[in-house]
């Protein structure tokens, strides 16, 4: 999420004012929703005042409180642990001396994006911790299907975004995904012509969304936004 959310539910609890309306973009369609105005957020390293987020209906969000967005996260360094199962908020590492060769590109404003492989297709591979599973767009599935025709396909997938809209689409087994942090096998994904792929002007050439199902094959994995690197542990076999 580029835009941080609260549920409707919290809204009347917390006070929070109503201070406009805006057009929220999901990956599976848009919305009209309410914004409004928190006094005060805080988590990790992170502590923001006047943060405009997005109101969505409770049922688009029922086991969450809220989406913290990457407009929470400018600036500042993601540390994932699973095998611990924590998060951490970090300042970031960015340093004049010391700081890593950036590898990661930030698309839209706030976006996270590397450059990887799925099986012999190299594809732009946006980094998002907020979804399920890996989404892949059609331009790379009709790549693999000529690069990789054995991938076992099973139609009947759905996508059900936060703005509840759906999206039919196609469940593929992957090939080998890989990016200069990692290589991860068996990672599954879903084949869909989800309209975030045209918001993001990815229409044209192969992508996939990194869904949580290929990241949790990792150990550690961090996203530092203010030095614009990505790194990542795998999992000991």
């Known amino acids: 999420s580029t835009t941080s959310v609260i549920a409707q539910r919290h809204v009347a609890t917390l006070g929070t004012p109503i201070v406009g ?3 929220v973009a999901g990956t599976t369609g848009v919305v009209d929703t309410q914004i ?10 992170v502590k923001k005042q006047d943060l405009r987020v997005a109101v969505l209906p409770d049922a688009n969000i029922p086991q969450m409180d809220g989406i913290l967005g990457a407009d929470v996260f400018a600036a500042k360094r993601l540390m994932f642990d699973i095998r611990n199962k924590s998060v951490k908020i970090e300042s970031s590492q960015r340093s004049p ?15 996270a994006e590397i450059d990887g492989r799925v ?6 591979l946006m980094l ?14 009709e790549a693999l299907r000529k690069a990789h025709p054995r991938l ?15 999206v039919p689409g196609e469940h593929i087994a992957l ?12 990672a599954t994904a879903v084949v869909a012509n989800a309209p975030i792929f045209s918001l993001w002007d990815l229409d044209n050439e192969p992508a996939l969304i990194v869904g949580v199902n290929l990241l949790s094959h990792l150990r550690s994995f961090s996203i530092d936004y203010g030095a614009r ?6 999992m000991p076999a």
Request: charged fraction near 20%.
């Open 175 to 186: 090939p080998e995904v890989e990016a200069r942090a990692f290589a991860v096998d068996y």
């Open 152 to 166: 076992v396909r099973v139609d009947g997938a759905k996508l059900i975004g936060v703005t509840g809209h759906v």
């Open 128 to 141: 998002d911790t907020g979804a399920e599973r890996c989404i892949i767009n059609t331009q790379l599935s």
């Open 229 to 234: 690197t990505f790194d990542a542990t795998l």
């Open 97 to 111: 001396r010391t700081s890593a060769r950036p590898n990661m590109r930030v698309r839209n404003g706030l976006l």
């Open 21 to 23: 309306m805006a057009t």
């Open 119 to 124: 099986g012999t297709v190299k594809a732009k």
């Open 36 to 45: 409004a105005m928190l006094a005060s957020i805080e988590a990790g390293a």
